[in-house]
């Protein structure tokens, strides 16, 4: 069946690096990914979009990038600061299917 | 309203209990998701509304559960005969229609003693 996942569960950076988190997903027919934010105690925040017919997508400090030969999704954060710690999922939506399709999540933790 | 609201924000109920757990979506947005997330894990897909039907309910996790939606509005998702395992926090999103931008609240924390 489809999935969602995203590779690696934990993630340190250090304050100021970039950051990258990735996500692979296995249903080719998804058109549609969202990345989202989720701090302790708070519902997960929308960060960036991005569909199936672009490869790059950037918003304010981040980027999305999508490759769809190998299924593959990211998210990188510029110069990541203490306020980007959260765990981070990636989502996608199919025109079949209604449903966003959530991965395991990445716990991000940025060392002072 | 400018975002979408869950009310309880907590809620603590004994073991056989109902509950009702209540979403306002963003004014505007005809598709609405529950979601369900235990603790530390992920977001598990409950059941789907665009408008007041429910095109998707295959992630309800037994038919103790329920969820109704009017007015193309508020939601409501009803617990029947509260289980321990039912302790999770429960998650509402709205979007505009589905495959655009879901917004979240902040959840129902739900503990069933």
């Known amino acids: 069946g489809e999935s969602v996942g995203l590779h690696l569960p934990t993630l340190s950076v250090q304050e100021g690096d970039n950051s990258i988190i990735n996500c692979a997903y296995s249903?080719?027919?998804?058109?549609?990914f969202i990345w989202y934010k989720q701090e302790s105690g708070k519902g997960p925040q929308f960060i960036i979009d991005?569909?199936?017919?672009?490869d790059k997508r950037q918003g304010q400090r981040v980027t999305v990038l999508l490759n769809k030969t190998v299924k593959h999704l990211s998210l990188q954060i510029a110069a990541t600061q203490p306020g980007d710690s959260a765990v981070y999922f990636c989502?996608?939506?199919?025109?079949?299917?209604?449903?966003?399709?959530f991965g395991a999540g990445t716990t991000v933790t940025v060392r002072a | 309203g400018a975002g979408v609201s869950q009310s309880p924000s907590n809620k603590v109920t004994e073991k056989g209990k109902d509950v009702e757990l209540r979403c306002d979506p963003i004014?505007?947005?005809?598709?609405l998701y529950w979601y369900r997330q235990s603790l530390g894990q992920g977001l598990e897909f409950l059941i789907y509304?665009?408008?007041?039907?429910?095109?998707?309910k295959s992630g309800l996790p037994s038919d103790r559960f329920s969820a109704e939606r009017t007015g193309g509005s508020v939601s409501t998702l009803t617990i029947q005969r509260t289980q321990q395992e039912d302790s999770a926090v429960y998650l509402c999103?709205?979007?505009?229609?589905?495959?655009?931008?879901?917004?979240f609240g902040q959840g129902t924390r739900l503990t069933v003693v």
């Open positions: 999103a709205s979007s505009l229609n589905y495959n655009t931008e879901a917004f």
């Open positions: 249903n080719s027919a998804s058109d549609y």
């Open positions: 991005i569909r199936s017919n672009m």
């Open positions: 989502a996608e939506n199919s025109a079949s299917d209604y449903k966003l399709s």
């Open positions: 004014s505007g947005h005809t598709a």
């Open positions: 509304f665009q408008g007041n039907s429910a095109p998707d």
